[in-house]
């Protein structure tokens, strides 16, 4: 009898000691026919954000080069009127005869105003060569025409903005006819280049004026489709920059005798100048969005000097011009360098 109760307790002990912990609960099966509901592992991840709508109504304004492939233009600058005339110096007094006062007079009111920049030293034309080197990265060739023009290169974006190189007169002509806007514009939006007409440092510390005024702007004022799929964006330009101001005369001849020095300054001789530039450039433009490349672009430069306003300050040329870029067929070889003689 004590065995059999002992073996009845084993027995209950080890059916115990299988049974599930209370509290767990098991799935209920689903009944026959009845879909699964639950969401996917796809449907619980955070959706992408959509990527912004494109405005039609504007256009980004791109140059369009390949490897292999330059783009070349020739901007031509045709004068056009009559040259700038100089001022006329003020007339001299005669030296008279015997005399050291006469003398000393006319060396210290000798005018002092610098040469007026001539026509020569700028270059009558300039073909730009764009294109893409096989490491993705945009140059730009400049090639002046003129006696002793040197070829110049620069590193550019791919919106024409010249980020490394060139200087003067061949920088903003670059930059006049090459440099894009930086964003997508449309009909009636303007931006500005990054065009310098006149170096200030170059006025010397012996200018004293106002600060200058600039009006640089250019505008999309058409966007039109063309033929095949093209885009037509109209570009006009408006730039003007003035500077006006007085220079003081301080070319003295160092054998001036200290009295003729003070004599001038008692008959109250002017020892400072007048002196004014004005740069205006006005243009037009068709660029073609698609193909990357300007179909025309015209223009006018004048620039007008008053006094012995300084030249190196002006980083255009001095008159009238017409200007006009031309698409060339085919982009001219890169010059070699020339070889040194032997001694």
């Given at each position: 009898m004590k065995r059999s109760l002992t073996g009845l307790v084993v027995a209950l002990s080890l059916v115990a000691c299988k049974e599930e912990p209370r509290g767990q609960l098991e799935p209920i099966p689903r009944p026959p026919g009845m879909k699964d509901t639950a969401p996917s592992a796809e449907a619980k991840a955070p959706a992408a954000?959509?990527?912004?709508?494109?405005?039609?109504?504007?256009?980004?304004?791109r140059w369009k080069l390949a490897a292999g492939t330059p783009t070349a233009y020739r901007l031509t600058l045709e004068r056009t009127g009559h040259a700038p005339v100089a001022d006329e110096p003020a007339p001299?007094?005669?030296?008279?005869?015997?005399g050291r006062k006469g003398r000393g007079k006319e060396k210290?009111?000798?005018?002092?105003?610098?040469?007026a920049p001539t026509a020569s030293a700028f270059p009558s034309a300039l073909t730009f060569v764009l294109e893409r080197t096989a490491?993705?990265?945009?140059?730009?060739?400049v090639i002046p025409e003129g006696k002793g023009a040197t070829a110049d290169e620069a590193s550019i974006s791919e919106r024409g903005f010249v980020l490394e190189g060139l200087q003067g007169?061949?920088?903003?002509?670059?930059?006049?006819?090459?440099?894009l806007p930086r964003?997508?514009?449309?009909?009636?939006?303007?931006?500005?280049?990054?065009?310098?007409?006149?170096?200030?440092?170059?006025?010397?510390?012996?200018f004293q004026g106002q600060p200058p005024e600039r009006r640089n702007e250019v505008k999309l004022v058409g966007l039109e489709p063309g033929d095949g799929g093209e885009q037509v964006a109209t570009v006009e330009y408006d730039i003007f920059e003035s500077r006006s101001g007085k220079i003081r005369n301080v070319r003295k001849p160092p054998t001036v005798p200290a009295r003729a020095v003070e004599e001038e300054s008692e008959s109250g001789a002017p020892s400072q100048a007048d002196v004014s530039a004005e740069v205006t450039i006005k243009g037009r433009g068709e660029f073609l969005v698609k193909a990357g490349r300007w179909r025309s672009w015209e223009g006018t430069l004048s620039t007008v000097t008053k006094g012995p306003f300084p030249p190196p300050a002006l980083q255009v040329p001095q008159g009238n011009y017409a200007l006009r870029l031309t698409a060339l067929e085919s982009a001219?070889?890169?010059?070699?360098?020339?070889?040194?003689?032997?001694?």
């Open positions: 954000p959509a990527k912004p709508a494109v405005d039609a109504s504007k256009a980004l304004l001299q007094e005669k030296p008279a005869r015997g210290a009111e000798a005018p002092a105003a610098a040469p490491s993705g990265d945009d140059r730009l060739r007169i061949t920088r903003n002509a670059a930059t006049l006819v090459l440099e964003d997508a514009v449309g009909k009636g939006d303007t931006w500005s280049l990054g065009t310098e007409l006149m170096t200030p440092d170059a006025l010397g510390a012996f001219p070889a890169p010059q070699q360098p020339t070889a040194r003689p032997q001694q």
